[in-house]
């Protein structure tokens, strides 16, 4: 086995290096989720999870797991949308785009465009090789138009899609993000969560005590504790009771492991395996990346702007997630935080706030001595 | 109130359902909305009064600028709160309370107070054997608690937590000893010979425990502030620890106040004083560096009733406190002497000195719950998260989203 060493000083992460094995992840591709939700079905049956709820529709479409959690760690979210929305998602996917890197395109000059897409790429390729990505986005560019000869620019091009439809839906299958830098991982204090030799971040379930401050550390709400609590078991049945339910590992925290057990034997995990759609691709991070980087050009240059990835970028506030996404709205839409940032980050800092006020408490007691001296 | 054309193809609301799903909640029956998602600005308000009529009434400042309007997963929240009961409120007050009384206790020491001595080493065990048991009743599996002690993890502030409590239980636990020795005219501790040895542990051990104890007051705000809380997160970015030690100071002041005799509670009214006045500086310039969405859940709800309560009886607590330290400045000659006077300034000590205590205690659950709280609704996530995003764009800072066009 390899030793693990700590990446440019980053307290938060804890990357295998020099392993047997490539980092491994998820790359979802929302666009083609036709919410089947056999992928909740396959981790359950693999996991033996415990049933979560009462399989009753919670009303919010067609989801009935509401969000991951102890027991689901395939959670597919499911949003009806009308033209509105689909224009608004349009263009702030197209903001997004557009957002010049690394300069700030004025606003009166909107020809006189920075280059963004090598921006983009610079950023988003960092720590991997740019090869296989386009660097012209395919789009209907007329080449005669003024302005098309900055074709990395999308505020010229006419980008009114092929197909505005009036209604759509947003499939989405959420799981573990996996991240490079892992909050629920730094903030263990039994050492029960660890990284793999597939870069993943796995809870020991016999180590674990319920701590729960891996709850608190995720930020995106995934890892949970098993309570008693978290199943609902449904009262309306006589058949099934709590008591008849096997509940696993209770009390511990738990969430998606990338089906660790699988990946050891070379399988894939049950969720990617089972997919109709391939909506859930498994394999090499790096190749999930490119992948995502080239599904989202696709989708681009047919005129939906609105598609976006989500956890790509090594310089987010976790350093890139093991989980890609390509969403097709802004991220809060499908319940996914906005700007996600470990935690621990912030440690060096805290703890010298923590150190200073305590030195402080110090004086104010000696103090507290000194002004009270006894004649 | 149909918002959109596809309305007409569902089966008809149950009665109600959807005021219960605008409070948010996994289990609440809802219809569609006009979008598939709530518009998530404000809570549930978005819809009727819009941005620039909120705080027309005059209940919260009018805003001035636009509300970030985001689009929510049907009001779910976007990260857990802990499993964190009222056990983690009482080991956060507890846990400042044991520090702080360490050190009132090796002062006391070092000064010959026996009773804050003796007063402050019994509050320092007692707080410190509660909050530990309170710890280990809120873990999942209580049974495997010595699992806290397989690593020593820099980046986990419960894991260094752990060790710092243990570091201070040692020497908490031997002063105590040694107290409970005293007491007992050396008698009921069979010990033999090896009393001596353990009166010569007296200084060795208080020290130790003073070590451990102003970051046993200070690392529960690290705890709260590296988690992805939202509230929790900024008040640790902005000066919590200052607020949890000043409150540990307070606390610890106001607990010897009521239990020494006021001609030794000298320190422990300065300190409680010191701590009082800390407190206050630190919250308000805590509150005045952080997000609105992030303060609210500080003001709102049953946590912004105890940190009122606790804003009150600090107040009380302090100008108590003020009092009888005057007193027994001009009373000084009489405290040997006039009954009286003695018994007015006790009273008032322990009066005064249980207030700032109570004061400590609702502060900490107070910003526990306030945590928890910011949680449930989305709109604390995602506000101050979409602010920080625009502001680092507006820098020109553009590389480093989690959502990238390509």
Excluded at chain 1, 295 to 309: F, M
Excluded at chain 1, 354 to 368: H, T, Y
Excluded at chain 2, 36 to 61: C, F, L, S, V
């Amino acid at each position: 086995m390899s030793t693990p060493t700590i990446d440019d000083g980053t307290l938060a992460d804890g990357h295998w290096h020099d392993s047997a094995h490539s980092r491994k992840g998820f790359f979802t591709d929302t666009s083609i989720c036709i919410g089947c939700k056999a992928c909740e079905v396959a981790c359950k049956e693999w996991n033996r999870n415990p049933q979560d709820g009462t399989f009753e529709l919670l009303g919010s479409s067609y989801d009935n797991t509401g969000s991951l959690g102890a027991n689901t760690w395939r959670h597919v979210a499911f949003i009806e949308q009308d033209s509105e929305r689909i224009e608004k998602a349009r263009e702030s996917g197209r903001k997004l785009v557009n957002l010049g890197m690394p300069t700030i395109r004025p606003r009166t000059d909107e020809s006189a465009a920075a280059q963004p897409l090598d921006g983009a790429l610079g950023a988003a390729a960092e720590g991997r090789t740019s090869a296989g990505l386009p660097t012209t986005p395919e789009l209907n560019v007329d080449l005669l138009a003024p302005g098309a000869l900055e074709p990395t620019d999308l505020s010229n091009v006419d980008t009114t899609p092929p197909d505005t439809a009036d209604f759509r839906w947003l499939i989405s299958s959420d799981v573990c993000k996996h991240c490079t830098h892992a909050g629920c991982l730094d903030v263990c204090p039994t050492g029960a969560l660890f990284r793999t030799e597939f870069d993943t971040v796995v809870v020991q379930n016999d180590v674990c005590n319920g701590c729960g401050t891996c709850v608190a550390g995720c930020p995106f709400g995934v890892i949970e504790r098993r309570d008693d609590g978290t199943i609902n078991t449904p009262t309306d049945r006589d058949d099934r009771k709590a008591a008849d339910m096997d509940v696993p590992n209770a009390g511990t925290a738990n969430k998606c492991t990338l089906c660790y057990d699988r990946l050891v034997e070379g399988q894939e995990p049950a969720c990617a395996q089972t997919c109709p759609t391939q909506s859930i691709k498994f394999g090499d991070r790096q190749d999930m990346v490119e992948q995502a980087h080239d599904r989202v050009a696709e989708l681009h240059a047919k005129g939906l702007t609105e598609a976006r990835l989500y956890g790509a970028n090594p310089n987010d506030g976790v350093g890139g997630t093991g989980s890609v996404f390509l969403l097709l709205d802004e991220p809060e839409v499908y319940g996914l935080p906005p700007d996600p940032r470990v935690a621990t980050k912030d440690l060096p800092k805290m703890y010298a706030n923590a150190g200073i006020a305590a030195l402080g408490m110090v004086a104010a007691a000696g103090l507290a001595f000194l002004g009270s001296r006894r004649s | 109130m149909s918002t959109s054309e596809y309305d007409s193809y569902r089966p008809p609301e149950p009665e109600g359902g959807r005021r219960k799903r605008r409070r948010g909640g996994r289990g609440g029956p809802s219809g569609p909305d006009d979008s598939g998602g709530r518009r998530g600005g404000r809570g549930g308000n978005g819809r009727g009064g819009g941005w620039k009529n909120r705080g027309a009434d005059g209940n919260r400042e009018m805003p001035m600028v636009e509300d970030v309007e985001f689009t929510s997963y049907y009001g779910r929240p976007i990260v857990k709160a802990p499993p964190w009961g009222d056990e983690i409120g009482t080991y956060l007050f507890l846990g400042g309370l044991a520090g702080g009384s360490s050190l009132l206790g090796f002062g006391a020491q070092l000064t010959d107070r026996p009773g804050l001595r003796i007063a402050s080493r019994m509050t320092a065990i007692a707080a410190t054997g509660i909050g530990g048991a309170a710890l280990v009743a809120d873990l999942g599996r209580p049974e495997r608690f010595l699992n806290m002690m397989r690593v020593v993890k820099v980046s986990s502030p419960m894991s260094l937590g752990t060790w710092i409590l243990s570091g201070f239980g040692v020497g908490s636990g031997v002063t105590f000893a040694i107290e409970l020795d005293r007491i007992t005219g050396e008698k009921l501790l069979p010990l033999g010979p090896l009393r001596k040895v353990l009166h010569a542990m007296e200084t060795p051990a208080a020290v130790e425990s003073a070590f451990f104890a102003t970051p046993l007051a200070a690392y529960t705000a690290v705890l709260l502030g590296a988690t992805a809380v939202p509230t929790w997160n900024a008040a640790g970015r902005n000066g919590l620890p200052y607020v949890f030690v000043s409150s540990a100071s307070m606390a610890a002041g106001g607990a010897a106040m009521a239990l020494a005799p006021v001609a030794e509670t000298g320190p422990a009214r300065l300190l409680a004083l010191a701590g009082t006045a800390g407190e206050a500086y630190a919250m308000s310039a805590m509150r005045k560096r952080m997000h609105p969405a992030e303060i609210d859940p500080l003001d709102d709800g049953e946590p912004g009733h105890k940190l009122h309560r606790a804003e009150k009886l600090l107040i009380a607590g302090a100008v108590g406190a003020a009092a009888v330290e005057v007193g027994a400045r001009v009373f000084a000659k009489k405290l040997g002497g006039g009954w009286k006077t003695r018994a007015v300034l006790r009273g008032l000590s322990v009066v005064s000195g249980a207030a700032l205590a109570a004061a400590s205690a609702y502060t900490r659950f107070g910003v526990l719950e306030a945590g928890i709280e910011s949680t449930k609704d989305p709109r604390h996530v995602v506000e101050p998260q979409r602010a920080r995003l625009e502001e680092r764009r507006a820098r020109g800072i553009t590389d480093d989203s989690i959502t990238t066009g390509r």
